[in-house]
């Protein structure tokens, strides 16, 4: 008899976020046990007690660095892993505190604060990869849980995941929805931001946001001059890009074109 | 004299970072911290310069295991600033997705977080391989609350759409079909949790919390209805500020409320339940009773039976919005800016989350405030800390180490919530 092989090891890191991504992975309800059987589950601390130590096959890795000590650990989560693959819009672009880096320096923390010396904090919200090397970005605020389950099982089987990275108009279409820019005028982020979502919005009668990020190559000028075409004013422009991909460079870049 | 710190760093099973220290002299708990250190996101600072119509989806963010919450006090809180009433079709509707999220939360509590501190695991995947019925039934009923969500909202984590006057899309009623279907199946599935959990053994801890909770005429509360206390306290969300204030505290990320004139006070299911027990559907009221349970609980280790008969309730309330549903004449009332302030407190699966809007005659967010339940809980979960963990002084410090983390995941914290309002409040 030959030992039963050693499980995968996984770990689910959570930095700067709102713990929604994290959840997706536990919201895999059917697939969760199934995943249990090929997977330990060796660090998860929303999910487990007793953490096992050592290395990491995978680590999944949810928010973004914005206190020093964070800059610190994650650099330590990655020398302890194999692989990491970073899990939604805070991981992948700062998320939606990232807006702080819009600000000026200061601002936010002396709104917020009344004694800002019992808490350090970045300047800054970046994305994983402004600090260590990432093996794969998944996107979406939050991450599409079959698209969780399709990267966890490409790692396990040492392919690259097949995540598509056109445009959420691709995605609209199959689905046969009724376009939201041209038939009622809305605002709609779909042409440049990445498909992955279902399309969900523009299927619930309401323009794109934007929460996958940018499309690979988005032709952002285009769409700003459409959305501009339609009455969209300069300021409205800018908020539409400054949510929660905000800091995602094609998005910053065009939201710096547009505003008071 | 003997003194001794006990710390727990990285407490689990919990949404978001925070540590506990115990500090002990003379073999008495003299001090006890619930300490949060998840990182702070500025939210109130963020929303500032947002329009009005952002709100909702910008403050989902806050928490991805209670999303629907914030999107509901936001758009209550939008429409008292714009003196909309939204017509009873889609405050229906608005429940139904609350019931979803009401019970997606509570069934992932009970199952993956708390349940293996009754049954001696370490987390609820270990306890797959000996419990395996019950953490399937829980992992099912936590779809069922998934499926109402996705069916209303789009998708189970940050749904898409919830707007200020109503909603971007109204279901049909051949989609709410299906959801009526696997209901009555979560309906059964819960009766039984309310079973399993009665059934565990609780250590004998009572103690008289002050309760916070909304309080109906005639619901359970979600959405609707006055805030009330066990001593006496019953007044609209517009005068919340006034009676509840929040302060910042040395060893916390998140500032701390208390009641003016009464102190600390607990929000979340023991105070919902024990404020509303008579508007619970007879069905869970019944289960409830059954389980052992009176129309109080003070003891904050039943909060998961608690849970269990509020899920119950949900699963009959959703079944029956459900099959009286009828598609709303119009999904959104018509929305016009002006400059006004606005207030509203709804309950979230873990307590009174409470917003308030300061908006510009053109829409624009001049100020935004939340107080989230985690917050509000933080001196509660404290004086349980000082309270109870004395019991398990003499025993092994592993007990002791097990008996804190479970008071502290007895009101299901939600750190990533209440980290994220550190508020300026000036020290004069």
Sequence with gaps: ?260 | MASRTLRIDGLTRVEGEGSVKLQVRDGEVRSAQLRIFEPPRFFEALLRGRDYTEAPDITARICGICPVAYQMSAVHALEDALAIEVPQAIRDLRRLLYCGEWIKSHALHITLLHAPDFLGYDSGIAMAREHGAAVRRGLALKQAGNAIIAALGGREVHPVTVRVGGFHRVPHPRELAPLAERLRWAREAALETVRWTGAFEFPDCERPYTFLALRHPQNYPFNAGRIVSNQGLDIPAQVFEERIREHPVRHSNALQAELLGTGAYLTGPLARYSLNFERLAPIAREAALAAGLGSRCTNPFRSIVVRAVEVLHACEEALSLIGRYEVPAQAACECEPRAATGMAATEAPRGLLYHRYDLAADGTIRLARIVPPTAQNQAAMEEDLRRFSGEWLSGPTEMLRRRCEQLVRNHDPCISCATHFLRLEIDA
Excluded at chain 1, 101 to 113: I, P
Aim: net charge positive.
């Design chain 1, 1 to 260: 008899m030959y030992p039963a092989p050693r499980k995968t090891r996984l770990a689910v890191w959570k930095f700067a976020s709102c713990d929604g991504c994290q959840l997706s992975l536990l919201d895999c309800e059917d697939a969760l046990l199934e995943l249990a059987e090929v997977l330990e589950f060796a660090y998860f601390p929303e999910a487990l007690s007793r953490p096992v130590r050592g290395r990491y096959a995978l680590s999944l890795v949810e928010g973004s660095i914005s206190t020093p000590k964070d800059a610190e650990r994650i650099r330590a989560v990655r020398r302890r892993s194999d692989h990491l693959v970073t899990l939604g819009a805070c991981a992948t672009a700062g998320g939606i505190q990232a807006l702080r880096n819009f600000a000026a320096a200061g601002e936010f923390v002396a709104a917020v604060y009344a004694h800002p010396q019992y808490i350090a904090t970045l300047e800054h919200s970046s994305a994983i990869s402004a600090h260590v090397p990432v093996d794969f970005e998944l996107r979406g605020c939050p991450v599409n849980k079959l698209q969780l389950l399709e990267v966890i099982s490409a790692f396990l089987r040492g392919r690259r995941p097949a995540i598509p990275a056109y445009s959420l108009c691709i995605e609209c279409k199959s689905r046969a929805h009724t376009c939201v820019l041209v038939a009622t005028r809305q605002a709609c982020l779909g042409p440049v931001t990445q498909a992955g979502c279902g399309a969900i919005c523009p299927g619930c009668h309401r323009g794109c946001y934007g929460c996958f990020g940018p499309q690979e190559t988005p032709n952002t000028t285009a769409l700003s001059d459409a959305l501009a075409a339609l009455g969209v004013s300069r300021a409205a422009l800018q908020r539409l890009y400054r949510t929660f991909n905000a800091d995602a460079p094609a998005f910053r870049r065009e939201s710096e074109r547009h505003g008071e």
